[in-house]
């Protein structure tokens, strides 16, 4: 079965880093857009960030660009999302999810979430 699980997350200060994992299985990895997608305390889902299936294609949301890098190795069955210059409003329960290949940015696998807390 397929499987999103998400990892990396914690308590950092503002101006911190933080590095998130995501290790998938049950499904052919290096074919899938990967995304990770984020929700803050009390707000909707807000989109951060996509990878194409090799990997040398990304897009960010303007409120991460030159801060965030997503990443993916194909042979690990793993996404990344190096988190760099973390603001508080960066904190949110961070999920990665698959892409239909159908329609990209409807997503049909969700990982648990990782919750990052970015706070003084």
């Known amino acids: 079965q397929v499987q999103l699980v998400e990892s990396g997350g914690g308590l950092v200060q503002p101006g911190g880093s933080l590095r998130l994992s995501c290790a998938a299985s049950?499904?052919?990895?290096?074919?899938?857009?990967m995304s990770w997608v984020r929700q803050a305390p009390g707000k909707g889902l807000e989109w951060v960030s996509d990878?194409?299936?090799?990997?040398?294609?990304?897009y960010y949301a303007d409120s991460v660009k030159g801060r965030f890098t997503i990443s993916r190795d194909n042979a690990k069955n793993t996404l990344y999302l190096q988190m760099n210059s973390l603001k508080p409003e960066d904190t949110a329960l961070y999920y990665c999810?698959?892409?239909?290949?159908?329609?990209?940015?409807?997503?049909?696998?969700w990982g648990q979430g990782t919750q990052v807390t970015v706070s003084s």
């Open positions: 049950g499904f052919t990895f290096s074919s899938y857009y």
């Open positions: 999810a698959r892409d239909l290949s159908i329609r990209l940015g409807f997503y049909d696998y």
């Open positions: 990878i194409n299936s090799g990997g040398g294609s990304t």
